[in-house]
């Protein structure tokens, strides 16, 4: 019985359902040597602007707003811009694809930006290590939020279980994540064909 619930539950689904093209990323990121040079590492940081950018238009939803209590911590694009400037790269101006999203599918958009905050600790170690990046320069994009990765990974997903949603709406955000790690994969795949 208790497993069936876990199933249902929509972070649940959301893990198991988005786990192949989560381990795409991986392999992408493995592809596209992010962290080999100063110049891979700045188209890097350009992709995960325009991710965010494109997430935090997201932001704007009233039900997702209402449903997400912390919104004002969240999003990366900022840190990213000002990580742009650290590298001295002005990014282009940006034709939104999320602008059509609607709910719940933009919770699809928010929790793959949410999970690769918290997988960024790693990334973030590398930036350091290879580049001798930090929190306060050219790496702010992968730094922890204050409050820390996994509380406010864990807040994140408690309230994304708390929308009881119906299986179809469920199946719609499930299919928006997809659609999110496509839409970042093909950025990743341009840093690896240049």
């Given at each position: 019985?208790?497993?069936?619930?876990?199933?249902?539950?929509l972070?649940?689904?959301?893990?198991?359902?988005?786990a192949?093209?989560?381990?795409?990323?991986?392999?992408?990121m493995e592809?596209?040597?992010?962290?080999?040079?100063?110049?891979?590492?700045?188209?890097?940081?350009?992709?995960?602007?325009?991710?965010?950018?494109?997430?935090?238009?997201?932001?704007?939803?009233?039900?997702?707003?209402?449903?997400?209590?912390?919104?004002?911590?969240?999003?990366?694009?900022?840190?990213?811009?000002?990580?742009?400037?650290?590298?001295?790269?002005?990014?282009?101006s940006?034709?939104?694809?999320?602008?059509?999203?609607?709910?719940?599918?933009?919770?699809?958009?928010?929790y793959?930006?949410?999970?690769?905050?918290?997988?960024?600790?790693?990334?973030?170690?590398q930036?350091?290590q290879?580049?001798?990046?930090?929190?306060?320069?050219?790496?702010?994009n992968?730094?922890?939020?204050?409050?820390?990765?996994?509380?406010?990974?864990?807040?994140?997903i408690?309230?994304?279980?708390?929308?009881?949603?119906?299986q179809?709406?469920?199946?719609?955000?499930?299919?928006?994540?997809?659609?999110?790690?496509?839409?970042?994969?093909?950025?990743?795949?341009?840093?690896?064909?240049?």
């Amino acid at each position: 019985m208790s497993t069936s619930f876990t199933l249902n539950r929509l972070a649940s689904r959301l893990k198991i359902e988005t786990a192949s093209q989560h381990e795409y990323m991986h392999q992408l990121m493995e592809k596209a040597q992010v962290f080999k040079d100063v110049a891979h590492y700045a188209k890097f940081t350009l992709s995960q602007y325009y991710f965010q950018k494109n997430v935090e238009y997201l932001f704007q939803h009233p039900k997702v707003a209402a449903l997400i209590s912390d919104l004002d911590i969240r999003g990366r694009s900022q840190a990213a811009y000002l990580d742009l400037q650290d590298l001295q790269i002005e990014p282009e101006s940006l034709a939104l694809v999320t602008e059509t999203i609607g709910f719940p599918e933009a919770l699809g958009w928010i929790y793959v930006s949410e999970g690769s905050t918290l997988g960024a600790a790693f990334l973030f170690k590398q930036a350091q290590q290879s580049l001798g990046f930090s929190a306060d320069f050219a790496a702010r994009n992968l730094a922890a939020y204050p409050e820390g990765r996994a509380k406010v990974w864990k807040h994140f997903i408690e309230e994304l279980d708390q929308a009881d949603f119906t299986q179809d709406e469920q199946d719609r955000v499930i299919y928006a994540a997809q659609q999110a790690f496509d839409y970042f994969g093909a950025l990743l795949k341009d840093i690896h064909s240049t």
